[in-house]
T-cell receptor
Framework: EDKVVQSPLSLVVHEGDTVTLNCSYE??????LLWYKQEKKAPTFLFML????IEKKSGRLSSILDKKELSSILNITATQTGDSAIYLC????????????FGTGTLLAVQP | DGGITQSPKYLFRKEGQNVTLSCEQN?????MYWYRQDPGQGLRLIYY???????QKGDIAEGYSVSREKKESFPLTVTSAQKNPTAFYLC???????????FGQGTRLTVV
């Protein structure tokens, strides 16, 4: 059965801390790994990773894929209260049924 | 502005009633998706459609139905057969074959 697992399920940190969120996947016909941020309602796209070992970076956020370990991490440095959200990881598999499978999400709370 | 519009934002349903959630996009995307999100869980795929007049069941299709008569529209009907319909419903769309999905603001359905 295809699945995506995220850890931790929830996390509380203080402003300025660095956090690492984990995502592992078992997906047939895997094509890419996506990260989304969900603050209130609509998830917004952060990164898409297709190649192993190549870091993608946007400001204080960065992410990397390890195809050998079937996993990805999302790092957030110098966290701010505005980083508080649910972070969703999704695996995309192609073939006849192109679709995204999402993990349970990690709820991040950044305290002042 | 291009985007995905879901309506209504909040919906209350009496037990035994069918309700229809609207999803409209003007992004000219071929693929559209419906996800369900419960507290502490990630997004679970209900139905998806790659082209007009065609759709496939996702992982939790029982008790739901969809139609795709127009490219821009992908309504979801929650039938009385869905035993636990209270949840947050998200619609998404993407360019066919492309991984990145764009989400609407969601509809929160409550059974009263």
């Amino acid at each position: 059965e295809d699945k995506v697992v995220q850890s931790p399920l929830s996390l509380v940190v203080h402003e300025g801390d660095t956090v690492t969120l984990n995502c592992s996947y078992e997906v047939t016909n895997f094509r890419s790994l996506l990260w989304y941020k969900q603050e209130k309602k609509a998830p917004t796209f952060l990164f898409m990773l297709t190649s192993s070992g190549i870091e993608k970076k946007s400001g204080r956020l960065s992410s990397i894929l390890d195809k050998k370990e079937l996993s990805s991490i999302l790092n957030i440095t110098a966290t701010q209260t505005g980083d508080s959200a649910i972070y969703l990881c999704a695996a995309y598999y192609g073939g006849a049924t192109n679709k995204l499978i999402f993990g349970t999400g990690t709820l991040l709370a950044v305290q002042p | 502005d291009g985007g995905i519009t879901q309506s209504p934002k909040y919906l209350f349903r009496k037990e035994g009633q069918n309700v229809t959630l609207s999803c409209e996009q003007n992004l000219n995307h071929d693929a559209m998706y419906w996800y369900r999100q419960d507290p502490g869980q990630g997004l679970r795929l209900i139905y998806y459609s790659q082209i007009v007049n065609d759709f496939q069941k996702g992982d939790i299709a029982e008790g739901y139905s969809v139609s795709r008569e127009k490219k821009e529209s992908f309504p979801l009907t929650v039938t009385s057969a869905q035993k636990n319909p209270t949840a947050f419903y998200l619609c998404a769309s993407s360019i066919s074959g492309r991984e990145e999905a764009f989400f609407g603001q969601g509809t929160r359905l409550t059974v009263v």
